[in-house]
């Protein structure tokens, strides 16, 4: 099969399509025949081995212990483990897996839910990580009610526009930051509320009641000025912070804080399993809301799709199609 590979960590430049053996699954997994392939801050991560926080957490000190990119998956089952009751044998199926920018990749059934018919795979490629990452940083850790005020730091993003779309589909008034070029597009997904994040200052607006700080530029302090006083900070990632620990010292320090002050700050560790995404499921198979595909690329153009989404060229996913399965 055909594989996108990156032997070494670096930039998309180290990345190569190669002729690879197709995975065979465990007991507990499912081989998936794959159609398209989400793009996200985690592959990225994962490819550049940057922070390094990323290799000492398992992943491969000197080079990726997994050398075959991709995370997110839409696909056709074509082989099930001998634990694996839930799928069969020509299923479409979207989730997460193993090496999925390549033909065939495995996933654990738990990480996998049926795709339904009116979605396409490019569109529920998007669902799982971005989508799956929002849901949780919105409800399950943000206890977001109908009628809160909400910041969305990083709104044009992939887990920003699940977030804008999902905290307008609860009655939620949301301000989305992003850059002047996208403006409109967040406007678009539903933010009341749009600011430039070169000119406008958030903490000008009245308090909000939850903060979803996926942009990671601002310190843990301005954050906390714009919250109200029983207000939540959730920090979903941060690029900023140097090579050692990225994001995480920021997100480390506040929890550190958050014992002792009146807001609650907080962070959190996606969880992947199927069972977490129901509710983005049913939004989404409802048309409540929609993945936001911006471009998708060929399976030999991944790099260029790391790059887009490196650079911020992107409104929302990018996705890699595969095979012309899709």
């Known amino acids: 099969m055909q594989a996108v590979v990156g032997e070494q960590y670096g930039t998309a430049d ?7 053996e197709v995975p065979t699954p465990a007991a507990d997994e499912v081989l998936v025949r794959v159609a398209a392939a989400g793009v996200d801050r985690g592959v990225w991560h994962l ?32 082989a099930t483990g001998a634990d694996v009751t839930d799928f069969t044998v020509g299923d479409e199926v979207y989730g997460i897996g193993n090496g ?15 795709r339904p018919d009116h979605i396409t ?12 990452t929002a849901t949780q940083a919105l409800f399950d850790i943000g206890a977001a009610e109908a009628g809160q005020r909400v910041l969305v730091l990083g709104a044009s993003g ?5 977030v804008v779309q999902l905290a307008h589909a609860h009655g939620l008034h949301v301000t989305g930051v992003a850059s002047a070029a996208k403006a409109d597009y967040v406007t678009e997904l539903g933010a009341d509320v749009v600011l430039d994040y070169r000119t406008d200052d958030f903490t000008d607006e009245q308090p909000f009641d939850l903060i979803i700080d996926i942009g990671g530029r ?13 207000g939540t900070l959730v920090i979903v990632g941060g690029e900023d912070g140097g090579k050692v620990t990225g994001g995480t010292g920021r997100q480390l320090r506040a929890m550190l804080r958050s014992p002792f002050v009146s807001q609650r ?19 989404v198979a409802d048309g409540r809301i929609t993945a936001p595909v911006d471009r998708t690329y060929p399976l030999d153009r991944a790099a260029d799709a790391l790059h887009d989404l490196e650079v911020g060229n992107l409104r929302g996913k990018a996705v890699i199609t595969i095979g012309g399965r899709s």
Request: glycine share 8%; no cysteine; charged share 20%.
């Open 218 to 230: 601002n310190r843990v302090s301005k954050l906390r000025s714009a919250l109200t006083r029983t």
């Open 100 to 114: 999925t920018f390549a033909d065939y990749a495995v996933a654990k059934a738990t990480k996998l839910a049926h």
């Open 121 to 132: 795979a490019e569109q529920a490629a998007t669902l799982a990580i971005s989508g799956g």
């Open 14 to 20: 180290v990345l190569e399509v190669r002729t690879v």
């Open 47 to 78: 490819m550049t081995g940057l922070p390094y926080a990323v290799r000492l957490a398992g992943y491969g000190i000197r080079r990726p212990k997994q050398p075959i990119l991709g995370l997110d998956l839409a696909g056709t089952v074509v």
């Open 158 to 162: 992939g887990v920003g526009s699940f």
């Open 265 to 283: 700050m907080t962070t959190f560790v996606s969880d992947e399993t199927a069972a977490k995404r129901t509710a983005l499921h049913e939004l």
